[in-house]
């Protein structure tokens, strides 16, 4: 079941109680392998990866980290060696039967009697339009810890040129730009993941300024905002 970008929050600052991990963050190895005709595995294109609740304590975690973890040794006893099994590492649930190898997770890729399309599915390009939105809510919400409000006479001349640069963008002029401006203060990489910008000061929203571009100015009520570069 694919989890849509407006549902993601509920997963925010979930952690995997396997790994640990945000349950919102993968790595490579997290995402899913092909099973091809003739037996053998392929990794496939990273764009999606899986999240396995226990059905019988709730727990969440990377489907990875049940092969990791949940893949359990079983001892025969003396000199008849070790089965496998695979088990919930919290509240010891049976999910597959005993096996006389361990599944690792690339030839187990689906969890025994649990499909994929029964478990939780994050689209990574879901994911990242998730985060980039959740910058703007906490930016909206806690505007001193983002955005620092300066005087327009206090800015660098480049500034006041940026500003004026931004302001000629919807046709105003330097001098139809309000006192009060707004510094961003986030890491220049961190840029790139920003998809809407709102005004400080009126809440419009605020055209979004090419990637070189250094500041924007609100139409609607001329207040200017510099931005990270
Ligand atoms: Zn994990
Ligand atoms: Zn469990
Ligand atoms: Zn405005």
Same mark, same amino acid.
């Given at each position: 079941m694919r989890v849509s970008v407006e549902k993601m929050g509920k997963l925010d $600052?979930?952690?995997?109680? !396997?790994? $640990?991990?945000? @349950? @919102?963050n993968n790595s490579t190895n997290d995402l899913a392998y092909l099973q091809l005709p003739s037996g053998s595995t392929q990794r496939a294109k990273p764009d999606k990866y899986y999240l396995f609740e226990c *059905?019988?304590?709730g727990k969440v975690a990377h489907k990875r980290c049940w092969y990791d973890v949940g893949e359990q040794k079983i001892k025969k006893g003396w000199f008849r060696g070790s089965d496998w099994r695979m088990a919930c590492p919290s509240c010891g649930l049976q999910l597959s039967s005993t096996r006389s190898e361990r599944t690792d997770w690339k030839r187990g890729y689906q969890i025994p009697g649990h499909p994929d399309d029964e478990l939780i599915e994050l689209h990574v390009g879901d994911v990242l339009t998730w985060k980039a939105g959740s910058i703007f809510g906490k930016i909206g919400k806690a505007i001193d810890s983002f955005f620092k409000g300066v005087g327009l $006479?206090? @800015?660098s001349d480049s500034e006041t040129n940026a500003v004026a640069a931004a302001a000629g963008r919807i $046709?105003?002029? !330097? %001098?139809?730009?309000?006192?009060q401006v707004f510094r961003l203060e986030l890491p *220049?990489?961190? %840029?790139?993941?920003?998809k809407q910008l709102k005004c400080q000061n009126c809440g419009a929203a605020l055209p979004m300024p090419d990637l070189f571009e250094e500041a924007v100015v609100c139409a609607h009520c001329g207040t200017a905002h510099l931005l990270p570069t």
């Open positions: $600052g979930k952690t995997c109680f !396997i790994c $640990g991990k945000y @349950l @919102l *059905p019988n304590c $006479g206090s @800015l $046709g105003k002029t !330097i %001098r139809d730009v309000a006192q *220049p990489e961190e %840029r790139a993941e920003i």
